[in-house]
């Protein structure tokens, strides 16, 4: 059901986990642990995956925040659990407080779970290519900081997502980042198409985590278009031509 990381693992006193799409309830394209509010799945199965997710964490169904994710470099600070799907348009949140699960939904962008166990301190990013490239992951940092996080302690695990084999940009998209900075061509090879590329969305993440000065930096290199009995992949979805898709959860708490 749910795949965890070593150095997260090594922290007392915080559970996580990276949700796979299994022991759900959903059905069908979702089966079956969907726990995407936003996809056109039953409500009910929704909850119950959450609630099941949940419950794994060892906190209360109705104590899980997630945000309503835009692919922005926002971040909001959780003092208080809002109602599902009702949630702050943000790209990342963080929390001090303990009984509280923080998670982001995702289907092939990079989730980053963070956490300072000494001070208390976690948070969870959804980093697409977008939020990842604006600034999402140094802004969690911040707002860490900002609790009394110190960067130096802080641990940060990229779990499922899509792989540079899987992930074929166009031309302006390269652009794009070669403009912001011409060593980004590191993480571009020349895919099978003219003018096309291969973009290593794992190794961009990491690259900003690592410059941000963390304690740790983990990548669990797994992909989730390559993967599709544990992942569900919006890309793949779009290939097979199918109307909708699940959506990943991944989560961490403090224990209370």
């Not at 407080?97 to 000494?118: H, K, M, Q, S, Y």
Request: glycine residues 12%; hydrophobic residues 45%.
């Amino acid at each position: 059901m749910k795949i965890t990381a070593d150095a997260l693992d090594a922290l007392p006193g915080i559970r996580h986990g990276f949700f796979t799409r299994q022991g759900g309830v959903s059905e069908g394209i979702y089966a079956s642990l969907n726990c995407g509010v936003g996809s056109a799945d039953e409500r009910a199965h929704v909850m119950e995956n959450r609630a099941r997710v949940t419950a794994d964490l060892g906190v209360a169904a109705d104590r899980l925040a997630t945000p309503y994710q835009v692919h922005s470099p926002d971040v909001v600070t959780v003092d208080a659990v809002w109602p599902v799907g009702e949630g702050p348009k943000a790209d990342a949140v963080v929390t001090n407080r303990p009984g509280i699960a923080i998670g982001v939904g995702t289907a092939d962008c990079g989730p980053v779970l963070f956490a300072d166990g000494e001070a208390g301190v976690v948070g969870a990013a959804h980093a697409g290519w977008k939020g990842a490239f604006t600034g999402v992951l140094e802004a969690t940092v911040a707002a860490m900081e900002a609790l009394g996080a110190r960067r130096e302690r802080i641990v940060a695990v990229l779990g499922p997502t899509i792989s540079r084999s899987a992930y074929e940009v166009g031309p302006e998209f390269r652009a794009r980042f070669l403009e912001a900075d011409a060593a980004n061509d590191a993480f571009f090879t020349p895919s099978g198409r003219a003018e096309h590329h291969q973009f290593d969305l794992p190794a961009f993440i990491g690259m900003r985590l690592r410059a941000a000065g963390l304690g740790t930096v983990d990548d669990l290199a797994l992909c989730t278009y390559a993967d599709p009995a544990r992942f569900f992949s919006y890309r793949r979805t779009t290939h097979a031509g199918e109307p909708d898709y699940g959506r990943l959860l991944h989560a961490i708490t403090i224990v209370a």
